[in-house]
């Protein structure tokens, strides 16, 4: 397994390893929705901020930010280790997508900074 996170995480990937493949495949619905909600509230947020500047709201769109990359990062560790376990061939199985074939900067509605965006074609990529 080679996937090094750059953002602090609650586990490596060694011990990621070391969970069964429906602990892992639940973690990542987990965060999933948690990242649905944190990118939604983000444009609730943007839209407040595009009206008025107020610090409190700016203070929580900077952190939401740093989580969404966080969380991000740790659904894609998460499925690195589940294609470690299953083959990316099985990832569908469990509702998971494989990973991009191309590189996020190539990809519409991908990742972007770390963080999932949604396209209207596609949906939330991951």
């Not at 948690?34 to 839209?47: D, K, N, V, W």
Request: net charge negative; no cysteine.
């Amino acid at each position: 397994m080679s996937f090094q996170p750059v953002h602090p995480q609650p586990f490596t990937p060694a011990e990621a390893a070391q969970l069964d493949v429906g602990t892992i495949v639940a973690e990542i619905a987990r965060l999933r929705n948690s990242l649905s909600h944190l990118i939604a509230t983000q444009g609730e947020l943007r839209s407040a901020l595009a009206e008025e500047e107020d610090a409190d709201l700016r203070s929580a769109l900077d952190e939401n930010e740093g989580v969404i990359a966080s969380q991000s990062e740790r659904v894609e560790m998460l499925r690195s280790v589940l294609i470690d376990k299953v083959g990316a061939e099985s990832l569908a199985h469990y509702g998971i997508e494989p990973p991009p074939t191309q590189s996020p900067a190539q990809t519409n509605g991908s990742v972007a900074n770390g963080a999932p965006t949604a396209s209207e074609d596609e949906g939330m990529h991951l």
